[in-house]
């Protein structure tokens, strides 16, 4: 290219080009791709310009470069303008389409809830935790040594028969009762103890109030000058922040092998406040736990000196106290999973 009358036409003749295909483009992304080609600087109609410099007399060398320039910075100008507007629409169309009206109302989440019998055993375990109770966490397989003999139930004893014990073998079972953890903790340990054991018990049984694994809260509290009135005490503030203020309780005479005296006690009615009613069979008491003074026999198995010491005991039926607490009639209702009923207890 000798003279630049010829440059100046040529460069005409691009720019009217591209004048025409920028009109053709409809967005930012063609618009980069069609500067990529004309700016590609070997073979870009702008890009390569630079290249015919050789062949460019040297007189005419800074004319040249100057109208080079002079395009590449129109083009470029052009090429920024369409992409900038392009770019705003295509965003405002994002916008459009990725518009959320946030007053729909949102999707209900359901929360879930503790099972019942779990929520019982919290509430009791923060009670006795309140008064100062540690827990001690049994075994479920147990030893007939410290489920039966260690607790002042011999072999052949009458009061075997009184829990239907599922034998691993003839010297391992599984546990019919908490009170087992006594043995473990006095073995362990001399007094002053005061434990809590809750956990699961097995049993061969099965009816309306029965179900073949259930769970126990065991306590245990072992010191010098230890009376059933720290029992009394002690249950007074358990069944009035489970069953309400105004609940009492009463202390019937009973038996347990382990405890000596033994009683069984008894809640005012929480339904009928005493009058008598379905839930208390008319007699305005429901009977909610066992429990006793420790036998000194049991005591002394474990080494404590009976002299010196003396303990209380009681064991608790979870879902017993679940069930009454909460209206189930049925223990089987806190076994089956049904939501339906578990979604109404959430203490
Ligand atoms: N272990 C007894 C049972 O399962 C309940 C019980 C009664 C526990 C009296 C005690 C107690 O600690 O003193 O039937």
């Not at 097995?202 to 509290?221: C, I, K, Y």
Request: net charge negative; hydrophobic share 35%; aromatic share 8%.
């Amino acid at each position: 290219m000798a003279d630049l009358g010829e440059l100046s036409e040529k460069l005409a003749g691009i720019k009217q080009e591209i004048t025409v295909e920028l009109t053709k483009l409809d967005n930012s992304k063609a618009v980069f791709e069609y500067r990529k080609s004309i700016m590609d600087s070997k073979t870009g109609k702008i890009g390569s310009l630079m290249r015919e410099m050789g062949k460019i007399p040297n007189e005419l060398k800074s004319e040249y470069g100057k109208k080079v320039n002079e395009i590449r910075g129109w083009a470029t100008a052009e090429f920024d303008a369409l992409e900038v507007k392009f770019k705003e629409q295509e965003m405002q169309r994002r916008y459009e389409s990725e518009k959320i009206d946030v007053t729909l109302p949102s999707k209900k989440l359901t929360r879930g809830n503790l099972h019942p019998t779990t929520q019982v055993r919290n509430q009791i375990v923060d009670i006795f935790g309140s008064m100062g109770f540690a827990i001690y966490e049994g075994n479920e397989i147990e030893k007939d040594y410290y489920n039966f003999t260690a607790l002042n139930i011999p072999q052949d004893h009458p009061a075997r028969d009184m829990q239907d014990t599922f034998y691993l073998s003839p010297e391992f079972l599984l546990r019919t009762q908490t009170s087992s953890g006594q043995i473990h903790v006095m073995e362990a340990q001399q007094p002053p103890i005061k434990i809590i054991s809750p956990g699961k018990v097995f049993r061969s049984d099965d009816d309306a109030t029965h179900s073949p694994m259930f769970s126990q809260m065991e306590g245990l509290v072992v010191d010098k000058g230890i009376t059933l009135c720290d029992l009394q005490g002690m249950l007074d503030v358990f069944v009035q922040k489970i069953f309400g203020e105004d609940t009492k309780t009463r202390l019937r005479p009973s038996y347990f092998p382990f405890t000596e005296p033994s009683v069984e006690v008894d809640v005012s009615c929480f339904q009928c406040k005493g009058c008598g009613c379905k839930l208390c069979k008319g007699t305005g008491w429901i009977e909610v736990l066992g429990a006793g003074v420790v036998n000194n026999t049991v005591l002394e198995g474990c080494g404590i000196d009976s002299n010196v010491y003396s303990g209380l005991a009681f064991g608790i039926g979870i879902e017993r106290i679940a069930m009454l607490k909460y209206g189930i009639n049925n223990i089987k209702l806190l076994f089956e999973s049904d939501l339906r009923v578990l979604d109404q207890i959430d203490d």
